[in-house]
Structure formats: C-alpha cells, structure tokens
C-alpha cells in the first residue's frame, strides 16, 4: 500500500490550498477514506472523511465550512479543498483508508501545510 500526500506549502492567513492523495495497492473504491493532520506537539486528528462511493462527507468541527473532501475513484484518489486557512490549520496532513474511525494502512510522508503571514 502507497498513500502519497501532495499539493502542501506555505499560505497567507485566509488563502487556499488545494491537497491531494494519489493511493496503490488497495482496492481504493471499496474503502472509506480521511484527511487526518499532526500539528506540532499535538495528536494526529481526523480532519474530514468521506466514504467509497463518495455520497457522504464529515468534518471536524473546526474545519467545517472551510475544507471539502473529494475522491476520483477512477483514478484512486482522494482531495482535501481548503480555504479560509488560518494559522492553527499549520500541520502535517495525511491521508488514510478508514474503518470504523481508524485508520488502516501504514502512514505516508503527508505534506506540511503552513499558514503564516
């Protein structure tokens, strides 16, 4: 299993960023998948999940109305839409196969996401 996180980078307070995980070596459209992030000194936690067909989407509370998960099945990925970003949105972001509020496989590099004027 690969799980490669992309598309992180240094953003001004209230600007965009558009993620994207790119998966292998599951069947991707049979899985729920989630954006999950690690600020420093902080847990890992759940930012947004969405399940296989992509007909249902959940947040946390603190990015809802802001960020917006997506997937391409057909091509075995999954996008994290971010806009508004304020500085406690800085953290390492990843992405995982989801059950039942776990995650699965083995963690990829994830992408660093920096928020700061």
């Known amino acids: 299993v690969h799980l490669v996180e992309s598309g992180g980078g240094l953003v001004q307070p209230g600007g965009s960023l558009r993620l994207s995980c790119a998966a292998s070596?599951?069947?991707?459209?049979?899985?729920?998948m989630t954006w999950y992030r690690q600020a420093p000194g902080k847990e890992r936690e759940l930012v947004a999940g969405?399940?296989?067909?992509?007909?249902?989407?959940n947040y946390a509370d603190s990015v809802k109305g802001r960020f917006a998960i997506s997937r391409d099945n057909a091509v075995n990925a999954v996008y994290l839409q971010m806009s508004s970003l304020n500085p406690d949105d800085t953290a390492v972001y990843y992405c995982n196969a989801d059950l039942l509020a776990h995650p699965i496989w083995d963690w990829g590099q994830g992408t660093q996401v920096t928020v700061s004027s």
């Open positions: 070596g599951f069947t991707f459209n049979t899985y729920d």
């Open positions: 969405i399940t296989a067909t992509g007909d249902s989407t």
